[in-house]
């Protein structure tokens, strides 16, 4: 009877063994099936102009419809200009409508309204896993960080990033020996040292021409960002401990001040003053030798000018600092489509074929590690920003009126280097003109 | 329609002056006089207004005259007169900005062909910097602009409609060909005048594709217009500052242009 009972309960829970396995076989689908389901609807996505080709739109919405069937992805581009910003953040405020589920371009002190009326929605919960802030370039995710409460510190994400530095002609830079052996431009101690570089350049003769030595950047679009970058390389900082920027900063004036004496010597020219785009196409036509922006340029104007990497960077004399700018990934809290443009967004950070892409063709920098990482390491430009982004760096100023902030900067630059004005007149106008300026900064109220 | 597109726009914007702005909403005219106040006393606000008002009497009177002159010249061509009209007719059909991007070419100093032929030919003293020096910005503008914005083809039409008959009876009385141009030509073009010296007037007080193209109003703000000034603005979020400046803009546009249509009908009822 025992051996019996033993028998059948044996059976029995062996029945139910398999009952349960096939039970549990027979259950709905596991969570990931559900999340491929769930991709799906329309959104568009609304991209800066050039960025469109510059961080491989099109490809990456293809690929994205492509892996989820059921998503359509609607590509939309706006300007880079304040007017455009003013409109699209107008529309998000009083009409709790946007045109667009995500956006791309735009940099942090262009957004600094939408994150201080806190228009935008916060990327904290998906900073986990290939997203941790550790896998991202800290110098590209501090411009973005937000001191706010808990979960919403990332109002925005940087998408792709630039440094500032000086890219010269090495073929040029050869004639005067100022190359070191691989090749490279030997990094200059001192603004003295560039000064002698750039007056050198522009009185010899160089292959059979006579050439600009170097352009500065003094509009709006670079000309704020180099002097942040002058003052961090040799201060660390640019900013006074209550916010302010630090107009009275001594590397500030010193760089203010060769900027003027290398035009007045006639060792450089003015080209940006009234046209942003002038260094960067006077070097690509080979007509300047050493130009003073984005670290964009060295891969870009290599690009044009036929020469892999013939265009290479050096730092500003100090101890090796400089400012790191993104352009911003967000998605507006009125977004109709939040679900889907988080999921775009995610897949275009990650992508190799949007970040490193854009880093071989036009320079603009990967914000992540890991693609960083699949960058050719011996490329010497890739390999200094590496090294520069492992130093001190900062990011733009963020206030509420930063953009007219970077406006008086400029008039007031320009004013000075034409003889408007002198260094002590610059540099107590423009402490005149913050003071007037609501210096409001994103983050807890 | 009227009253949405043009009316509501209208009367938002000048109630605006009045008021607080920020992206979130209006404190509608929480500012009282404020921004007039503010814009009367910000000296880039008084650059722009005298940038603005020299490149106007400048422009207008060169271009003026420039137009009066070639549509003259062209008005006694009897040979190849097609293709010289052809020739003023190009500034209205090459688009706007394209024609200034090629005037960045033309003028940049290290590569512009400009400052190229002034070298070859022995005037290297005279290769300057066209557009990024503060002395020469404003006659480079006025330059550029006669090309893209001359009267050229509006007084050229004006002059081919007067009658030949009457300068065919001002030669048999033995009229000499100034006095034909002051006793027939001026007062037959009169009323083309007064309407196209008004157009240019508000035109040359409107500049603003060519700043936005070239100079971006600098160097040192040294090309500032005041419409640039209220884009400038615009882009640094201060709308309520930008509608103020673009309100004070149209108040002296439209006082200007009736100034001018006034004084040529004073003359007209003079004469």
């Given at each position: 009877?025992?051996?019996?009972?033993?028998?059948?309960?044996?059976?029995?829970?062996?029945?139910?063994?398999?009952?349960?396995?096939?039970?549990?076989?027979?259950?709905?689908?596991p969570p990931a099936a559900t999340a491929q389901e769930e991709l799906s609807g329309n959104m568009a996505v609304s991209v800066e102009a050039w960025m469109v080709d510059k961080y491989n739109m099109k490809d990456l919405i293809a690929r994205f419809e492509q892996a989820h069937p059921k998503a359509k992805v609607k590509l939309l581009t706006h300007e880079g200009l304040g007017a455009a910003y003013q409109r699209v953040f107008l529309e998000w405020a009083q009409t709790n409508k946007s045109t667009a589920d995500l956006y791309f371009g735009g940099?942090?002190?262009?957004?600094?309204?939408?994150?201080?009326?806190?228009?935008?929605?916060?990327?904290?919960?998906?900073?986990?896993?290939?997203?941790?802030?550790?896998?991202?370039?800290?110098?590209?995710?501090?411009s973005?960080?937000?001191?706010?409460?808990?979960?919403?510190?990332?109002?925005?994400?940087?998408?792709?990033?630039?440094?500032?530095?000086?890219?010269?002609?090495?073929?040029?830079?050869?004639?005067?020996?100022?190359?070191?052996?691989?090749?490279?431009?030997?990094?200059?101690?001192?603004?003295?040292?560039?000064m002698d570089m750039a007056c050198k350049l522009a009185a010899t003769p160089i292959q059979g021409k006579k050439i600009t030595g170097f352009e500065g950047e003094y509009g709006l679009n670079f000309a704020p960002d180099t002097w942040t970058a002058a003052v961090v390389a040799a201060e660390g900082t640019y900013l006074l401990p209550d916010g302010r920027v630090n107009w009275d900063s001594k590397a500030g004036r010193e760089w203010i001040a060769w900027q003027k004496e290398v035009v007045d010597k006639k060792c450089g020219g003015t080209l940006t003053f009234t046209d942003n785009n002038g260094a960067r196409n006077g070097q690509q036509a080979g007509q300047i030798a050493v130009i003073n922006a984005s670290n964009s340029r060295s891969t870009e104007n290599s690009n044009a000018l036929g020469k892999k990497n013939v265009v290479r960077m050096f730092g500003y004399p100090g101890k090796g600092g400089t400012i790191a700018f993104s352009h911003q990934i967000y998605i507006p809290r009125v977004a109709a489509n939040a679900k889907l443009a988080r999921a775009?967004?995610?897949?275009?950070?990650?992508?190799?074929?949007?970040?490193?892409?854009?880093?071989?063709?036009?320079?603009?920098?990967?914000?992540?590690?890991?693609?960083?990482?699949?960058?050719?390491?011996?490329?010497?430009?890739?390999?200094?920003?590496?090294?520069?982004?492992?130093?001190?760096?900062?990011?733009q100023w963020r206030y509420r009126d930063g953009q007219a902030l970077r406006q008086a900067y400029v008039d007031n630059l320009q004013k000075y280097m034409t003889g408007g004005q002198t260094l002590d007149q610059t540099i107590a106008a423009l402490k005149a003109a913050q003071a007037k300026l609501d210096l409001t900064v994103p983050g807890k109220k | 329609?009227?009253?949405?597109?043009?009316?509501?726009?209208?009367?938002?914007?000048?109630?605006?002056?009045?008021?607080?702005?920020?992206?979130?909403?209006?404190?509608w005219f929480a500012a009282g006089l404020d921004n007039y106040r503010g814009v009367i006393v910000d000296p880039d606000f008084l650059t722009a207004l005298s940038f603005t008002l020299s490149y106007t009497v400048v422009w207008v009177a060169l271009s003026?005259?420039?137009?009066?002159?070639?549509?003259?010249?062209?008005?006694?061509?009897?040979?190849?007169?097609?293709?010289?009209?052809?020739?003023?007719?190009?500034?209205?059909?090459?688009?706007?900005?394209?024609?200034?991007?090629?005037?960045?070419?033309?003028?940049?100093?290290?590569?512009?062909?400009?400052?190229?032929?002034?070298?070859?030919?022995?005037?290297?003293?005279?290769?300057?910097?066209?557009?990024?020096?503060?002395?020469t910005v404003f006659g480079s503008m006025v330059a550029v602009t006669l090309w893209g914005f001359g009267p050229w083809i509006l007084l050229l039409a004006g002059l081919l409609a007067i009658p030949k008959e009457l300068y065919e009876a001002a030669r048999v009385d033995g009229a000499s060909p100034?006095?034909?141009?002051?006793?027939?030509?001026?007062?037959?073009?009169?009323?083309?005048?007064?309407?196209?010296?008004?157009?240019?007037?508000?035109?040359?007080?409107?500049?603003?594709?060519?700043?936005?193209?070239?100079?971006?109003?600098?160097?040192?703000?040294?090309?500032?217009?005041?419409?640039?000034?209220?884009?400038?603005?615009?882009?640094?979020?201060?709308?309520?500052?930008?509608?103020?400046?673009?309100?004070?803009f149209t108040a002296i546009v439209t006082a200007v242009a009736i100034a001018t249509a006034m004084a040529f009908r004073v003359r007209r009822d003079d004469a």
């Open positions: 009877m025992k051996c019996h009972s033993v028998v059948t309960w044996s059976v029995a829970a062996a029945v139910g063994l398999v009952l349960l396995i096939a039970g549990v076989a027979l259950l709905p689908s940099l942090v002190s262009q957004l600094t309204i939408p994150m201080i009326d806190d228009l935008l929605l916060p990327w904290d919960d998906m900073m986990t896993g290939e997203l941790a802030p550790d896998k991202w370039i800290k110098a590209f995710l501090q973005a960080w937000v001191a706010g409460p808990k979960g919403s510190n990332y109002p925005t994400l940087p998408g792709l990033g630039e440094t500032m530095n000086f890219q010269a002609n090495t073929d040029y830079l050869k004639v005067i020996e100022s190359t070191d052996a691989q090749g490279n431009p030997i990094q200059p101690a001192s603004y003295k040292q560039i775009f967004a995610r897949e275009a950070i990650l992508a190799r074929h949007g970040q490193t892409w854009s880093a071989e063709k036009f320079g603009k920098m990967p914000t992540l590690w890991a693609n960083y990482d699949a960058l050719p390491k011996d490329d010497p430009n890739f390999a200094f920003v590496r090294r520069e982004l492992s130093g001190p760096s900062m990011g | 329609m009227l009253l949405a597109f043009i009316a509501y726009p209208i009367v938002y914007s000048f109630f605006l002056t009045f008021s607080r702005f920020t992206i979130r909403d209006v404190k003026m005259g420039c137009a009066l002159l070639v549509g003259v010249l062209l008005q006694q061509v009897r040979v190849g007169s097609t293709f010289f009209r052809g020739m003023l007719f190009l500034p209205t059909v090459v688009p706007v900005t394209m024609g200034f991007l090629m005037f960045q070419w033309i003028l940049d100093p290290a590569n512009g062909i400009l400052n190229y032929v002034l070298k070859e030919i022995g005037l290297g003293g005279l290769a300057l910097n066209w557009l990024s020096d503060r002395g100034a006095r034909e141009f002051l006793y027939i030509t001026l007062p037959q073009l009169r009323p083309t005048l007064m309407v196209v010296t008004t157009l240019q007037v508000i035109a040359g007080l409107k500049i603003f594709v060519p700043i936005y193209v070239l100079t971006s109003g600098g160097p040192a703000n040294a090309s500032l217009s005041l419409y640039f000034l209220v884009f400038q603005k615009i882009n640094q979020y201060k709308l309520a500052y930008a509608t103020t400046v673009g309100w004070v």
